[in-house]
């Protein structure tokens, strides 16, 4: 690590477990969520996970006390990998512009590429703009356009508080662990764990091969059906996904004033 003009330490790889940050040899090879799945160190488990159990339940506790006071929210989800300049990009930091103009908070994973965009379009159009971080061998840290930012050890809890201070999804193009998210929330709302709200995919042609799948395979054979699939709302229209969102709060609103 080499130091910089103004004397600081140039910034290297850097792991953060809650609260502990760590830097060069600190960072250790594996990461907690691994050591916690990892079915090949039995001995640990009748020493070291109960333990464990505390310190998951003290990251339920650290984001539920950190995000209770937020507005309304949309969690965004799309690549960790895509280019400032790729269009998904884009769309993203219009989206979070969009929302934030409309009143609510952007929540994204708190990473680089997609995440990044939303969060940078919330906080430059004066949003509320959250991250919500996750450990990983790779990770580069909470993006700078994050204003209030968490970094959670174990993904189960984080994906908790996508889902529990969010009023919507919105999946732009990504990979595995973008698909994770969206199908995740899906099948909250499709077995009614969750109250409906909207999933919108945004990025029209990335999506098209996989809803076409969706409905050419998994509905044809009556793996999922007709209603399942309306659940899925897809556009390229950044105001038309806002719009959706807030169709929606006021249904539900509508809803809840008649009960
Ligand atoms: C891959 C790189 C950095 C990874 N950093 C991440 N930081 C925060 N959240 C992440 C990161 N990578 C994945 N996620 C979560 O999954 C979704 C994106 O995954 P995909 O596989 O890229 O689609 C995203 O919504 C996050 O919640 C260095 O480039």
Redesign the pocket.
């Known amino acids: 690590m080499t130091d910089s003009t103004n004397g600081r330490r140039q910034g290297g790889a850097e792991r953060h477990r809650g609260a502990v940050t760590l830097r060069r040899e600190s960072i250790p090879p594996s990461t907690a969520d691994e050591k916690l799945l990892d079915s090949h160190h039995r001995r640990e488990w009748k020493t070291k996970d109960a333990w464990r159990a505390l310190r998951i339940l003290s990251e339920f506790v650290e984001g539920f006390d950190t995000l209770a006071d937020l507005p309304p929210a949309v969690s965004v989800?799309?690549?960790?990998?895509s280019t400032p300049e790729s269009p998904e990009c884009e769309m993203a930091a219009d989206l979070g512009a969009a929302l934030a103009e409309a009143g609510y908070a952007v929540i994204?994973?708190?990473?680089?590429?997609v995440?990044e965009a939303a969060n940078r379009g919330a906080t430059e159009a004066g949003g509320m703009s959250i991250g919500l971080?996750?450990e990983?061998p790779?990770?580069?840290g909470i993006n700078d356009w994050v204003d209030i930012g968490i970094d959670f050890r174990y993904f189960f809890v984080r994906k908790t508080m996508f889902v529990k201070y969010a009023q919507a999804f919105v999946v732009l193009p990504?990979?595995?662990?973008?698909?994770?998210?969206l199908f995740e929330a899906i099948t909250l709302v499709q077995t009614k764990k969750v109250t409906r709200f909207p999933v919108i995919l945004m990025g029209t042609q990335y999506w098209s091969g996989l809803f076409d799948w969706l409905k050419g395979t998994m509905l044809a054979d009556g793996k999922i059906s007709e209603s399942d699939l309306e659940l899925l709302r897809l556009t390229d229209d950044v105001d038309e996904a806002v719009q959706i969102i807030v169709d929606a709060d006021a249904a539900l609103a509508e809803a809840n004033g008649k009960r």
């Open positions: 989800f799309g690549s960790a990998r994204t994973g708190g990473g680089p590429g995440m971080g996750i990983l790779f990770e580069q990504g990979g595995f662990g973008t698909l994770d998210e």
